[in-house]
């Protein structure tokens, strides 16, 4: 199974790692700087200054790294000292230093201070993110590679390290009346968009095993979002309907879902798209596709559509990378590829999330087994794929 939540890898670059090591050092350099003017004139007294590197310490680094380098300071104080006689007359005197040593080392404690604040602050904030990144998982089930005789891979991707949650949501579920397809974006970010996300997704996976048409679960997600969602919310949403060979959507306000047959995408558009959920008019309004074997459909939010080029500001050419994305035989593979041309368009500084969902139609055909059950029974389901 393919975790829904499965972020593409971002692990750390050897330039992060780099990045790291170099503003770990940059306290010392700090020090040495103002150690090289004390010792360049010794009519200067600067040493006052090796305060700085505990508090330059203390914006990034823990209490005990920080308190290193505030011994650090004061020892370098003391030497200097030392060494340009500022104990004697030249220097004001022992009282003199004293005083200057003692700025330096309450600076170097207030730092350190400082550091902890940072540092449980950090943490808690850490704490409360993992748990709505976990609660996001349990909320986004994994995603079968195969259902109702169709492949399947999925992928979230954060739009930075530190935003790992938002209100982007798929499901895919088997049905008696076929395979059925969620793909939906909350509007906002945070454990407010996951509520909304999670009340959603439990509505189209009661309504979707009962419901005849696609139409009645889009009118069903409707009613639910307008019930959940605030005065400024509302939920784009694509639901999708495979049954043998038929592909029937319904769209509410979200982005076109892409065909890629021969090597070739196109947007599968509605004659008329409907308002997000929450905000939606009755009208029906379906689109009919008849698939064929081979054929790939892409399912995404806009954190694809809006891919910007930090320099041009331009958006990212969807279908060419689409095309050379989906060029690749393996479903997880294309998926992959994309991102990553995501990532390479955006410098890796995407706006937002982005949901994905694609879905293959083997080549070797579909095959469907079923028993339903009759009113009051549970509907079982067995789907396979011809070898």
């Known amino acids: 199974m393919t975790h829904p939540a499965r972020r593409a890898g971002r692990p750390p670059s050897v330039t992060a790692r780099v990045n790291r090591v170099v503003v770990g050092l940059l306290p010392l350099l700090m020090l040495g700087v103002v150690v090289g003017l004390q010792l360049a004139n010794k009519q200067w007294t600067v040493l006052e200054l090796a305060v700085l590197c505990p508090m330059l310490a203390a914006t990034f680094a823990g209490p005990r790294l920080t308190a290193m380098y505030g011994v650090l300071a004061v020892l370098a104080g003391v030497l200097l000292g030392l060494h340009d006689d500022l104990f004697g007359k030249a220097g004001g005197g022992a009282a003199a230093q004293s005083v200057r040593l003692s700025g330096v080392a309450v ?11 940072n540092t449980r602050r950090e943490t808690k904030l850490q704490n409360i993110s993992r748990v709505a990144e976990v609660a996001q998982q349990t909320i986004l089930t994994p995603v079968p590679r195969t259902v109702g005789g169709l492949r399947f891979a999925a992928r979230y991707e954060s739009a930075a390290a530190e935003a790992v949650i938002g209100g982007d949501l798929y499901e895919v579920i088997d049905t008696p009346w076929g395979t059925r ?7 906002g970010k945070g454990l407010e968009a996951v509520r909304i996300a999670s009340r959603v997704l439990g509505c189209f996976r009661l309504v979707a095993r009962q419901a005849a048409d696609p139409q009645a679960i889009l009118t069903a997600l409707d009613a639910e979002a307008a019930q959940v969602c605030g005065p400024d919310d509302f939920v784009t949403a694509v639901v999708g309907q495979v049954r043998g060979r038929c592909l029937r959507l319904v769209n509410a306000g979200h982005p076109d879902p ?18 997000p959920l929450g905000l939606m008019s009755p009208e029906d309004n379906t689109l009919d ?28 050419p969807l279908v060419p990378a689409v095309e050379a994305s989906f060029a690749r035989a393996d479903l997880d593979e294309a998926l992959d590829g994309l991102l990553t041309r995501v990532r390479a368009w955006t410098h890796s500084a995407q706006s937002d999330d982005a949901a994905l969902l694609a879905v293959e139609v083997p080549r070797g055909g579909l095959r469907r087994a079923r028993t339903v059950g009759g009113p009051g029974r549970r509907a079982a389901a067995t789907a396979r794929s011809r070898p």
């Open 258 to 275: 892409l065909l890629v047959r021969g090597g070739r995408a196109r947007p599968l558009e509605v004659a008329a798209r409907l308002a």
């Open 181 to 187: 397809l969620l793909v939906g974006d909350v509007r």
């Open 289 to 316: 596709v008849t698939l064929r074997a081979g054929d790939r459909l892409l399912l995404y939010t806009d954190g694809i559509t809006e891919a910007r080029d930090p320099a041009t500001r331009g958006f990212l």
């Open 107 to 117: 600076g170097a404690v207030l730092a350190v201070l400082v550091s902890r604040y």
